[in-house]
């Protein structure tokens, strides 16, 4: 089993800037992807972006060119760089990891809110 503690978010003016951190522990040599994901009042939660061991990402359409996602294997932990906030961007931010299967390695944690106030 992996843990994931998700970390940074907070209160911020549209335009603004914040970073999440994502640190894993456990079973992280099982880890092939690690995930951000969000879940706005009312809706489902959906991918933001990703990125794998070897470093490729992919991002969510309405992110892309304001999100940047890293990741520090040493540290097991895995960064979400938010820029050019939206208030469409508030939300509670999720991570989550996947085996080279596909798998999803964690339980749901309590995520960490973003609000961005116009």
């Known amino acids: 089993q992996v843990q994931l503690v998700e970390s940074g978010g907070g209160l911020v003016q549209a335009g603004g800037s914040l970073r999440l951190s994502c640190a894993a522990s456990?079973?992280?040599?099982?880890?092939?992807?690690i995930g951000w994901y969000r879940q706005a009042h009312g809706n489902q939660r959906e991918l933001v972006a990703a990125?794998?061991?070897?470093?490729?990402?992919n991002y969510a359409d309405p992110v892309k060119g304001r999100f940047t996602i890293s990741r520090d294997n040493a540290k097991n932990t895995v960064y979400l760089q938010m820029n050019s906030l939206k208030p469409e961007d508030t939300a509670v931010y999720y991570c989550?990891?996947?085996?080279?299967?596909?798998?999803?390695?964690?339980?749901w944690g309590q995520g960490t809110q973003v609000t961005v106030s116009s």
């Open positions: 990125i794998d061991y070897g470093g490729s990402t």
């Open positions: 989550n990891a996947k085996s080279v299967y596909g798998t999803l390695l964690s339980d």
């Open positions: 456990g079973s992280t040599s099982k880890i092939n992807t």
